[in-house]
Structure formats: structure tokens, C-alpha cells
């Protein structure tokens, strides 16, 4: 596998990951406003609709945080694990290094 075969598969990962997140906190919001119903009975189905868009967006931001700490630190833990792993002689030794 080339370097642009691991990157571009890389990449499709973490888009696939930004979109996970973003389903995910758009499903525990609309759960969320299915719970409280009967609190929004004076809520216009439009005003519904705006904050579901402006909860998108900034589940958007949320996700883009995350991904921004697995593009910096992830790669950095699992090149640190790796070296300490040649060096480790017991399998709980290895997930120990990989896990701090």
C-alpha cells in the first residue's frame, strides 16, 4: 500500500468519523425535543427547524475539534506506543504504553 493509498484511506476515515459525530449529536437532539414535547406546545414548527439548523452547525464546530485533536495527537500516541513496544517484553507492558 503506497503513501497516497494510507492517506487518502486516512482521510475517508475521518470524514467518516465528522459525519458520525454530527449524526450522533443531531439524533440526541431531536430525541431530546421528542422528550420535551409537551414543553413546546407554544413552539412553531419553523422555529424547530432554525434550532435544529443552528444545533447542525454548531455540532459541526464540535466535530471539527475532535477531529482537530485526532489529526495532532493521535498519530504522535501511536508512533510513541509503537517505539515503546519493540522495547516491551509483556503484552500488558504494550497497553500500558499505548494507553498513557
Known sequence: MTFEDRFIKTIQQDIKIFIFFNILSTLFRIIFLVYFREQLVNVTPGDIVLCLWYGF????????????????????????????????????????????
Not at 73 to 91: D, R
Open 57 to 100: 452547525l454548531l455540532s459541526r464546530k464540535l466535530s471539527g475539534c475532535i477531529m482537530a485533536v485526532s489529526f495532532s495527537f493521535v498519530p504522535y500516541l501511536i508512533s510513541l506506543s509503537l517505539s515503546g513496544l519493540k522495547s516491551c517484553s509483556t503484552n500488558g507492558g504494550a497497553a500500558m504504553l499505548f494507553l498513557f
